[in-house]
């Protein structure tokens, strides 16, 4: 048995001493039962396979880390053919399944590579005629799979060369660290490509399967390592690279949807970031218009007439008016439409018109979460008239009193007998009103019968500071004003549903008349619905951007208990703010 004890020899001499063991041990076996057990024991399959693993291993071990890799998966074959022989039953059929599927024997030939260590790449060997003179060459191979290769190409217009244009971060070409920008690209695949257009050559890789070789002059510049930027913004619009005809690379770009939240990579580039998307599990960037560039564009693109005038959507006819809702009454949004004068109670102020802060392309934003006992942020609701903002808000109020507040409006009409000073209004004189408009003391504020109304910062910060979320709505041009740390306003745009819907909800709605100074209520008309949904849609393309919630007020139900809903993640959850609200 030292044979076996040893695993000296190779199979063969071991199979022999098996085989030659039971004539060898029959001179001291008396009974023929011990000599049929002996030639059952020696003659066993099993013992045969066992034998035959023992001596793989010990051949591993004495030749490690040499070419086990292959026993693994030889091994495997092996044992199948012999399992074979014994029949496909039972626990050995189930066995040789396994042995049979593709991820056992992937997983086997895995194990065998990487023990093999053979994972250098194969490269041609170096010719033997170089010249000293010549200019060093990398040889480079990178393995294509379906990521695309993360590099975009060139021609120099002085030297007619190809050079490597941008290194895409966190792509396989960056990832690997063997091309950097201003790398001038000679062959591939043996090809000579300095003959060759750029989209030549993006064909010929495009149709090279597996291993790409490339042969390249290293840039004389060698690209200063990258420091990750941890900077996120949010879109303030759409942008598809296919439809953008500037974009030096289209299958570069990165799509994205007003609102995302993406990571810049790289600002290198004046005019073409990088950025990937927060939320994708994708490393690699892609291009996207940089901010200036995109303003640039902008404003080329859009002269004036892209402003959407502030007095058109609040083209309202005010209402001296304190409806009283069951213990809530309106805040200062007190307008409604005036076709007879089409004058506004709100104020236009010039630094409200367009100017070039207002093209929306990025704000770089930070996660933010609110911690408990901290002021809640100022809640904003924004939609065209009729559409149900009170409504909510009402709801709001009455299903947590102690939670959700509004503000008092100021007014410098004379206090009426049964109201009372800092309840229904705060009763202020004409000149203190103007001298407080003048100080910039007022959200919003407008003039309606020679008399001022308005709604004051300071009522916000009074309720903020009672801990309570305040409610507020405005008109939509006024969300700037308001877009500061001290209030973090969170702006939800109450959309009207479509017009069909509206004809069916609001049947038993009433809307205040535009037809009398009173106020009284009066059913929706077909126009009243028509020009909702029309300034819907015109508050969206105009500001939508600044909006961080939507709700379509179809079914009030469900809008009110998305509203809820959304307020609350407000309190709890982390939101992306602009990061200058934290640096207050
Ligand atoms: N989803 C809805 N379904 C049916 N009726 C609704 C819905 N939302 C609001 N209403 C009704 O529509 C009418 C107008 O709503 P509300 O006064 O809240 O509008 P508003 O946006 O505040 O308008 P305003 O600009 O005039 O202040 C009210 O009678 C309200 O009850």
Not at 69 to 81: P, Q, R, V
Not at 457 to 469: E, I, Q, R
Request: proline share 6%; glycine share 6%; with cysteine.
């Amino acid at each position: 048995m030292p044979a076996l004890a040893t695993g000296s020899g190779n199979d063969s001499d071991l199979y022999e001493l098996l085989s030659a063991l039971p004539s060898q041990l029959q001179p001291h076996v008396d009974s023929p039962d011990d000599s049929t057990f002996i030639h059952n024991m020696f003659g066993e399959r099993s013992l045969h396979l066992l034998v035959k693993i023992h001596e793989r291993l010990q051949h591993y071990e004495d030749r490690s880390p040499a070419p086990v890799l292959e026993s693994a998966g030889s091994l495997a074959t092996d044992l199948s053919e012999e399992l074979q022989v014994k029949g496909a039953s039972g626990g050995i059929g189930e066995l040789l399944k396994l042995l049979d599927k593709p991820h056992v024997k992937s997983l086997l030939s895995v194990h065998d590579t990487v023990a093999q260590k053979s994972y250098d790449p194969n490269l041609p060997p170096l010719p033997d005629d170089i010249d000293d003179d010549e200019e060093s060459v990398k040889i480079i191979r990178l393995v294509k799979n379906k990521e695309p290769l993360g590099a975009t190409i060139k021609c120099d217009e002085h030297t007619g060369a190809i050079l490597v244009a941008r290194i895409m971060r966190g792509g396989a070409a960056d990832r690997s660290g063997l091309i950097h920008v201003g790398d001038e690209l000679r062959e591939v695949n043996g090809i000579p490509v300095d003959d060759k257009k750029p989209d030549e050559i993006l064909r010929i890789l495009a149709q090279s399967q597996g291993a790409i070789t490339f042969k390249i002059i290293p840039g004389i510049k060698e690209e200063a390592p990258s420091k990750e930027p941890k900077m996120f913004v949010k879109t303030l619009f759409d942008y598809e690279p296919a439809e953008d005809k500037a974009i030096p690379c289209k299958e570069a770009g990165l799509t994205f949807k007003r609102g995302d939240i993406l990571q810049i990579m790289s600002q290198d580039d004046a005019t073409w970031w990088q950025a990937k998307h927060d939320s994708h599990a994708n490393p690699r960037a892609g291009l996207i218009p940089s901010k200036q560039f995109q303003e640039r564009r902008f404003a080329l693109r859009q002269p004036a007439a892209h402003v959407f005038q502030a007095q058109k959507i609040s083209s309202r006819k005010s209402y001296d008016i304190a409806i009283e809702f069951a213990g809530f009454r309106r805040s200062f949004r007190l307008s409604r439409r005036d076709k007879k004068t089409n004058k506004s109670m709100y104020e236009c102020k010039k630094s409200e018109q367009y100017d070039m802060a207002d093209v929306p392309t990025y704000e770089e934003v930070t996660p933010h979460c609110r911690q408990s006992g901290a002021k809640h942020r100022l809640v904003v609701l924004v939609g065209p008239t009729g559409v149900g903002l009170n409504e909510l808000k009402r709801k709001l109020l009455i299903s947590d009193p102690q939670h959700f507040s509004v503000t008092v409006p100021h007014t410098s009409r004379p206090k009426r007998n049964q109201e009372i000073d800092g309840v229904e209004y705060h009763f202020i004189s004409k000149n203190i009103f103007e001298t407080d408009i003048q100080n910039n003391k007022f959200v919003e504020h407008g003039e309606y019968n020679g008399n001022y109304y308005g709604t004051s910062l300071d009522s916000v910060h009074s309720v903020l500071s009672k801990n309570k979320v305040c409610l507020l709505d405005v008109q939509p041009h006024m969300i700037k004003h308001l877009r500061r740390a001290e209030f973090k306003p969170y702006v939800v745009f109450v959309k009207p549903p479509p017009i069909e819907r509206l004809r069916e909800t609001r049947r038993n709605a009433k809307v205040i008349s535009d037809k009398d100074d009173k106020g009284s209520a009066k059913p929706f008309s077909e126009e009243d619905f028509l020009e909702m949904v029309s300034t819907g849609q015109q508050m969206e393309s105009q500001y939508g951007h600044l909006f961080e919630k939507v709700i379509v007020n179809d079914d009030l139900t469900a809008a009110f208990s998305e509203l809820k809903v959304a307020l609350k993640k407000v309190e709890t959850d982390t939101h992306w703010i602009p990061i200058r609200w934290t640096h207050s």
